[in-house]
């Protein structure tokens, strides 16, 4: 079974232009995460998508946004971009969970460099 | 609100010598899910195990194992006999079952297995 999947895998903006993030989930998987990871801040939550539908948000700014298709794939866009935006952005995919929390696989992330 | 900590930030080991990386969590759920994952230098973050708050049972898997212990709110994880394969970055992470809470991850412990 294939992995999740993140196009492109990297990329160079700079400073107020948008970007947008792909991710393909596991073939079955219907809850997609994304997370941001830099050297100071460490991993953090940005969003999560299930059934076309953001579940759980974290604590970032509404340049952040995202959106998953019936197909279960996702995107994030980034608007305005700020130097403060580079890191490695990384999607996650896990089974239908409605109880619990699912493990989640994650993909090789995207790097975003914004000059 | 949940937190997870690592207070070892880089370790460093020949090869061949057991190590164990320290996590320590909070939370005030009752029903909580505990993971690790390994973060090689190419990004990709690679599931490692799960532990379920209700099953306190320690796992071992070839050369690594892991102790969980609700009394001391900890979950570590030791690599016997390391290897430079082992090198990487290990993130110990916890999830709360209540709201479908994301995935809140320690800062990371920087393994380096010298040969």
């Known amino acids: 079974k294939a992995g999740v999947t993140q196009t492109p895998r990297y990329l160079i903006k700079t400073r107020g232009q948008q970007v947008t993030l792909s991710c393909s989930p596991i073939?079955?998987?219907?809850?997609v995460s994304w997370y941001q990871q830099t050297p100071g801040q460490g991993l953090q939550f940005l969003f999560e998508y299930f059934s076309e539908t953001q579940r759980n948000k974290g604590n970032f700014p509404g340049r952040f946004s995202g959106r998953q298709f019936s197909n279960s794939r996702s995107e994030m866009n980034v608007s305005t971009l700020e130097l403060g935006d580079s890191a490695l952005y990384l999607c996650?995919?896990?089974?239908?969970?409605?109880?619990?929390?699912?493990?989640?696989?994650f993909g090789p992330g995207t790097r975003l460099t914004v000059l | 609100a949940q937190k997870v900590t690592q207070a070892q930030t880089e370790i460093s080991v020949v090869e061949k010598e057991d190590v164990t990386l320290d996590c320590v969590y909070e939370t005030r759920d009752t029903t909580y899910y505990l993971f690790w994952y390994k973060q090689p230098p190419s990004g990709e973050l690679v599931f490692l195990i799960r532990?379920?708050?209700?099953?306190?049972q320690n796992e071992i898997s070839g050369r690594y194992s892991w102790n969980f212990q609700k009394s001391t709110s900890s979950f570590n994880f030791t690599i016997t006999a390391s290897q430079v394969v082992d090198s990487a970055v290990y993130f110990c992470a916890l999830s709360e079952a209540a709201g479908n809470t994301p995935l809140v991850f320690g800062k990371g412990t920087r393994l380096s297995v010298i040969a």
């Open positions: 996650a995919s896990s089974l239908p969970d409605y109880v619990g929390r699912d493990t989640q696989y």
């Open positions: 532990r379920n708050s209700f099953d306190e």
């Open positions: 073939s079955g998987h219907r809850s």
